[in-house]
């Protein structure tokens, strides 16, 4: 069974939006962080959003504004609101979740390295 789904990748024009989807177990939801990481051919992968159980969140720089993560626990859904694409946001999205072994809060979901992945979903930008 993959822990982890993510929906809602495809193809837009700069300026436009997508909304991702992250579906999952109950067990994959009961972590403490969840978060949306990205990475483009060449590229390292790139943590773009982390949230917290109780909806704290934080951003990459490169994202703050255009970019919402937000969760449905009682659909055990993940999600990813973007907009305002550009083509350096051109990537593989992933989704992911566990739980930080001693610190807590959206810091902590940022710095941790994550053990339950989906299998991504692809967002291409053109001009």
């Known amino acids: 069974q993959v822990p982890l789904t993510e929906s809602g990748g495809g193809s837009v024009q700069t300026g436009g939006s997508l909304r991702l989807a992250c579906d999952g177990s109950?067990?994959?939801?009961?972590?403490?962080?969840m978060a949306w990481f990205r990475q483009a051919p060449g590229k390292e992968r790139e943590g773009v959003a982390h949230?917290?159980?109780?909806?704290?969140?934080i951003y990459a720089d490169s994202v703050k504004g255009r970019f919402t993560i937000s969760k449905d626990s009682a659909k055990n859904t993940l999600y990813l609101e973007m907009t305002s694409l550009k083509p350096e946001d051109s990537a593989m999205y992933y989704c992911?979740?566990?739980?930080?072994?001693?610190?807590?809060?959206?810091?902590?979901?940022?710095?941790?390295?994550?053990?339950?992945w989906g299998q991504g979903t692809q967002v291409t930008v053109s001009t």
């Open positions: 109950a067990n994959s939801f009961s972590r403490y962080c």
């Open positions: 992911a979740a566990d739980t930080p072994v001693r610190q807590y809060g959206p810091v902590a979901c940022r710095s941790m390295s994550y053990r339950v």
């Open positions: 949230i917290t159980d109780g909806g704290l969140t």
